[in-house]
């Protein structure tokens, strides 16, 4: 299992660009990249999957280079309510031995 | 749909109580997960399913036991509650590696 490392926090002010960078040095051929958001009191939420390149949804866009040993999760113009915590995952798609694992996340805390 | 579900909404027990949480989602999904959150921290895999019948273990499984005897219903058995499994527990199901959904929490004490 790929193991990811993210920054603990990060701080940003409202109509800011954010980008939170995730480390997975060692991920495996079929593994795919997810983030996950969190708020307190809440289960985490999906906001982007990808394998390579570029992906862009409504909310976000995530970045993978080449080489795959990093991705980089793009929230454009944040609001006060994408104060939240970040998650990164790495994991293989549609493997039986299916066992995703969250590491720390980042603290993304947005100032007025 | 409801989505995922989780019950009860908070708990209290005392050391040495067993209990069952209980998870349940309509989405048809073959992915089922059990995570334990402590306070400031990230989620920790307990135990998962990839299908009525079939569970394994995650990272921290020891004092837990899950069944899947449906696609719905993956319960969540707690054997003899110590204060260490004092936590926010979520539930959460997939059709694959892909978008998880999970549950709004079930938040036990252990006293």
């Known amino acids: 299992l790929a193991k990811t490392t993210q920054p603990i926090s990060m701080d940003s002010y409202e109509g800011q660009e954010v980008n939170i960078t995730c480390s997975h040095n060692?991920?495996?051929?079929?593994?795919?990249i997810t983030w996950y958001q969190q708020f307190p009191s809440q289960g985490p939420r999906f906001i982007i999957q990808?394998?390579?390149t570029k992906v862009t949804n409504e909310v976000a866009s995530l970045f993978i280079p080449a080489d795959r040993k990093s991705s980089t999760l793009s929230l454009p113009r944040v609001s006060l309510s994408d104060t939240a915590v970040y998650y990164c995952l790495v994991g293989p798609w549609m493997d039986s031995s299916y066992k995703l694992i969250f590491g720390s996340g980042t603290r993304l805390l947005v100032r007025p | 749909n409801a989505g995922v579900t989780q019950t009860p909404k908070f708990q209290v027990l005392k050391t040495g109580q067993s209990m069952t949480l209980q998870c349940a989602q309509d989405?048809?999904?073959?992915?089922m997960s059990w995570y334990r959150q402590d306070p400031g921290m990230g989620l920790r895999l307990i135990h998962y399913s990839v299908g009525a019948g079939i569970t394994d273990q995650g990272e921290v499984p020891n004092g837990y036991n899950v069944s899947r005897s449906t696609t719905e219903d993956f319960p969540l058995r707690l054997l003899s509650a110590a204060p260490s499994q004092t936590s926010v527990y979520f539930c959460?199901?997939?059709?694959?590696?892909?978008?998880?959904?999970f549950g709004p929490g079930t938040r036990l004490t252990v006293t």
């Open positions: 989405m048809n999904h073959e992915y």
């Open positions: 990808g394998y390579k």
């Open positions: 959460a199901s997939s059709y694959s590696q892909g978008e998880q959904y």
């Open positions: 060692n991920i495996a051929t079929n593994d795919y």
